[in-house]
DNA sequence: CGTTTTTTTGAGTACCCTCAACAACGGTGG
DNA sequence: CCACCGTTGTTGAGGGTACTCAAAAAAACG
């Protein structure tokens, strides 16, 4: 919770924020129905966001980094709509909503930052929106790597060489392809000298070219 | 802006809804990059948001009808993302975010409903990547159509028979699929009996059948 | 009624999926 | 330390769904 906020209105929301939770690999930080209480902000980790389809199948609707805050889109319904999953030993601070408000109503800015946030968050799937309705498969790749790369140069890191916290599998489901054209695709942008990949360690040597990418 | 508002709340955003503005067909209401301003509530007629990729090729995020809030993923930027284009001769209620905010400071119920409309915005573009990543083409058009059929239950007319507002290009490029194909499945809702239709008038015979639609 | 736009239909093709097998990786226990 | 096994990722061959291109039919418009 950074930005434009006054030393006071930080103090307020650190103080209803002051219990943590940490959730382990491939555990769940809330389950699609449960009763929503509390909004997460992620401090260390990473977490994937999963809606299950009525036919069992599960997609991969969005990914979440350190900075990021989940379970904004359970305030309209009063459960959560989808299973929220560490990618890795993982640890957010719990903020409950309730009190959140108590605390926005005094506070104009704490309201317009959770707006925000909902706000850019809506902005996030309207994007995917349009990366799965009019790509193709070597081009959600392609715009897959260069957000991996973008996050890990906001959170400090390089953005040419990472290693990728999620499986191929998971990559799959949220761009809407299968396992095996990621794979395909991958081996393809390496033959192109656009990108150097072991597994999940990338490295990219082309950013404009992956930008480039037309099929 | 309905629900859940005591009087004296409702009458506050009266107060400030007072504006209204008629939206011919065809022409926007706002534009992507427009700096932003207001949230609109559409009180009768119906809108596309159109998304432009860089390669200039538009994509229909969303359609929006009476009762609906246009403008809310403007929130996080201060301009506008998309293009929102009145599907036929619309009127909107001009709701100025600045005024909204100063009478929602001292209501919590209004800020809440703030809240929840935008967090069902969300929902439904989840729910809307679940359909661009893992459904058929067939599973698109049937989807379409019941997400049309119930709205029209909910607005109050027949869910079984009504006229799209929508072109073909516009359904197409919001399920992510072809013109062509849009036209084809819905020759082969035809031929199974599923549905009746002419042109953009549709009947819909068997619900339940649509929901089953496998490919 | 002619013109333009939208929609439908058909034939051929390309992209991605399916199915299947193999390779690489990571953990466990002998 | 290495063999074993389950999981994950890669690669290949073949097929199906949806796309492309093209043209006709229907509808909308002045």
Redesign the interface.
């Known amino acids: 919770m950074p930005a434009g906020l006054t030393p006071d209105e930080l103090a307020q929301v650190s103080a209803i924020a002051s219990s943590t939770r940490t959730v382990r690999q491939g555990t769940r930080l809330y389950a699609a129905g449960d009763p929503f209480q509390s909004i997460y902000a992620i401090r260390t980790g990473s977490f994937k966001t999963v809606?299950v389809?009525r036919d069992g199948?599960p997609?991969v609707?969005n990914f979440y980094f350190s900075g990021y805050t989940l379970g904004?889109?359970?305030?309209?319904?009063g459960s959560y709509?989808?299973d929220a999953i560490a990618l890795e030993d993982s640890v957010v601070c719990i903020l409950p909503f309730r009190e959140l408000?108590a605390v926005?109503?005094g506070s104009?800015e704490i309201?317009?930052h959770?707006?925000?946030?909902?706000?850019?968050?809506?902005?996030r799937?309207?994007?995917?929106?349009?990366v799965?309705?009019?790509m193709s498969a070597g081009q959600r790749v392609a715009t897959f790597l260069l957000n991996q790369s973008k996050w890990m140069r906001v959170r400090g890191y390089s953005n040419a060489e990472f290693v990728l916290r999620m499986s191929r599998t998971e990559i799959a489901?949220?761009?809407?392809i299968k396992i095996e054209t990621v794979s395909r695709m991958l081996r393809k942008f390496g033959e192109a000298h656009l990108i150097e990949h072991h597994g999940r360690h990338i490295r990219i040597l082309d950013l404009d070219g992956l930008a480039r990418v037309e099929s």
Chains 1, 2 share one sequence.
Not at 116 to 123: G, Q
Not at 173 to 176: A, N, T, V
């Open positions: 809606l389809h199948q997609q609707t904004l889109d359970a305030i309209g319904d709509r989808c408000n926005g109503q104009g309201q317009r959770l707006m925000r946030l909902m706000s850019s968050e809506m902005a799937r309207g994007d995917m929106q349009v799965l309705g009019m489901s949220h761009l809407g």
